[in-house]
């Protein structure tokens, strides 16, 4: 019951201004727009194509790279995750690490931004981010990226990458192409990538201790190219691969072994021995894990 009124008496205090209504608009559009333009599995496929190559951009770039710095990459490839993981429309590649790193550090405790435990479900899957609260992008979390130029004018300007995306699903393949490559895609992105936020940390399975809630996941793992192997990466956050076991299926971690053999990406890091036996002390990190030498 007390976690119930401090969920409510958060989110009273959030104010969600116009900028907010976008989010409404866009769900209502693509619905809408669904029954205007004719059913083809070819739009089911580049529905799924661009579904799962933004999801990609989300996991390997914004998340294990850009937050968590798992493994290394030149700054071209580095710019195309950021670009790619953009059109992704969850505002800037420098927010979205940023706001990432503090979750980890006050993970599932009162002053973690998006905890099901603390806000409610609902708000812990979409109405924190938005919420005017966390508009600002916490350059001072961020300021190993925030040193590239590109970086910074991409963070700024994500609205812009977001609608020339759509511009050009519109004219490739006109309307079909824009309800079904920009909409409808979006739209399960968004959630896809939400249920890391809100489902990962009440249902499933729990290996390690972690001083919070985060659950593992088969079945959010296979929407989520191996974010869904929460408690794994809560245990051991700075692992390049979330699926600590063969039997643990992550897509992200398989691509980015692919882009190791031919030089896009290295040093790629991997848990521990000591870790994957649950050796390691639980604990909520102060400070974002990176890679070891990195500020």
């Known amino acids: ?71 290394k990459t030149g700054r071209v490839f580095q710019f195309f995750l950021a670009v790619l993981g953009t059109m992704s429309i969850q505002k800037g590649v420098l927010w979205w690490a940023a706001h990432h790193r503090d979750h980890h550090k006050y993970s599932d405790l009162e002053n973690d931004i998006h905890s099901p435990r603390q806000r409610g479900f609902l708000y812990s899957h979409m109405g924190w981010i938005l919420s005017e609260r966390y508009n600002e992008t916490k350059f001072d979390r961020i300021r190993d990226f925030a040193k590239y130029p590109e970086l910074i004018w991409l963070n700024k300007h994500h609205t812009l990458v977001a609608v020339i995306f759509g511009v050009v699903m519109f004219a490739i393949g006109g309307l079909p192409y824009l309800v079904w490559g920009f909409g409808v895609s979006t739209v399960l992105l968004w959630h896809g990538t939400f249920t890391i936020n809100s489902l990962s940390h009440v249902f499933g399975t729990t290996r390690y201790k972690t001083g919070d809630d985060s659950k593992n996941s088969l079945i959010l793992a296979l929407i989520t190219m191996g974010e869904g192997w929460h408690n794994n990466h809560h245990y051991y956050q700075s692992s390049a691969n979330q699926g600590f076991f063969w039997w643990e299926i992550d897509l992200s971690y398989y691509l980015l072994k692919a882009l190791a053999v031919v030089g896009v990406v290295w040093d790629l890091r991997k848990p521990t021995e000591k870790a994957l036996r649950g050796e390691l002390k639980p604990s909520i990190n102060p400070k974002p894990v990176l890679a070891k030498g990195e500020k």
Not at 54 to 64: D, Q, S, V
């Open 1 to 71: 019951m007390s976690q119930t009124l401090r969920a409510v008496s958060h989110a009273s205090k959030d104010q969600y201004s116009l900028s907010s209504a976008p989010f409404a608009i866009f769900h209502l559009a693509t619905f809408i727009g669904l029954f205007f333009v004719e059913f083809q599995w070819s739009l089911v496929a580049l529905c799924i194509a661009l579904y799962y190559a933004r999801m990609f951009a989300i996991t390997a770039g914004y998340h294990r790279y850009f937050a968590h710095r798992a493994y």
